[in-house]
């Protein structure tokens, strides 16, 4: 890929005409707006009947959301909680561990926000660290992300034991997407701070972070606890599907399959669907 000074006022053309079909993506266009609106609407009625539920029934949700930087993980978990209450719907996105919790069993930050009675708890970014970013940057040893891929099956099986509706959602993005809405950031007096030095230094590290990707996918796409990844370039069509994928799995009163729709195979896959068709660097 080639750089541009992302301090520039205009995005390159070949950057520009390629993004919204980077990484293989299999639509040409946007979603309408008419027909997204109209469809996440319905879709946030159904969580407001979830919430309803968990609150009656006590069950507890965690949903794992990853991806790179600018693949819409903020976005997707605004609009999932956006008429939830803020009492029983947490999100958790931890900053940079203290000289304390660096000191800790690596899960235990983690598990300390999880659920309780009634609640759902969003990860903006998760103990997945460890898997992608942590050892692409170097902020973790080969060693200490041996050790979490050896620990992460227990842990993972012990939240499912414990009753809780688990989903992980890898938000996947092409190279030029993420370049265009680095670019966008930069540039706007609202978003400028979403843009850190990290996301900076990733610029140079796209191929490290896709096999990073793959390695975590593989490793971690359990039966019990099965990753699913949306694929993002369109925000809309990432959205509705992030949804569909958690009230389509979670039985409550009153869940009503047609305003869920069916989700779209293209947009949401599973991790093995989405490792065979995608070349390794993308």
Not at 41 to 57: D, G, P
Not at 91 to 106: D, H, N, R
Request: glycine residues 4%; aromatic residues 12%; contains cysteine.
């Amino acid at each position: 890929m080639t750089q541009f000074d992302l301090d520039h006022p205009e995005l390159p053309d070949h950057v520009k005409d390629r993004a919204f079909a980077s990484g293989n993506y299999p639509y040409d266009d946007k979603l309408k707006r008419k027909k997204y609106e109209a469809h996440l609407e319905a879709l946030q009625i159904e969580l407001t009947k979830l919430q309803s539920h968990l609150q009656t029934s006590g069950e507890r949700v965690v949903l794992v959301f990853e991806g790179r930087d600018a693949a819409g993980k903020g976005g997707s978990i605004r609009r999932y909680i956006h008429y939830l209450n803020p009492r029983h719907n947490r999100v958790v996105a931890l900053s940079k561990p203290t000289e304390t919790e660096q000191g800790q069993w690596y899960f235990q930050r983690y598990v300390s926000h999880f659920p309780t009675r009634g609640e759902q708890v969003l990860f903006d970014r998760s103990w997945y660290n460890r898997a992608v970013v942590e050892p692409v940057m170097g902020f973790c040893t080969p060693e200490q992300t041996e050790r979490f891929y050896q620990q992460l099956p227990d842990v993972e099986r012990m939240i499912v034991k414990e009753g809780i509706h688990f989903f992980k959602f890898w938000l996947n993005i092409g190279q030029e997407m993420q370049l265009k809405r680095f670019h966008d950031r930069r540039h706007s007096p609202l978003k400028h701070w979403k843009l850190s030095p990290v996301d900076l230094r990733a610029l140079d590290k796209w191929e490290d972070y896709s096999a990073a990707r793959n390695e975590m996918l593989e490793r971690s796409d359990f039966d019990f606890a099965p990753w699913t990844v949306v694929r993002a370039n369109d925000k809309r069509r990432a959205r509705l599907g992030v949804i569909q994928t958690v009230v389509s799995q979670v039985a409550y009163q009153g869940q009503d399959r047609d305003a869920i729709g069916e989700i779209d195979a293209q947009i949401v896959q599973s991790a093995e669907t989405f490792l065979s068709h995608c070349p390794k660097d993308e």
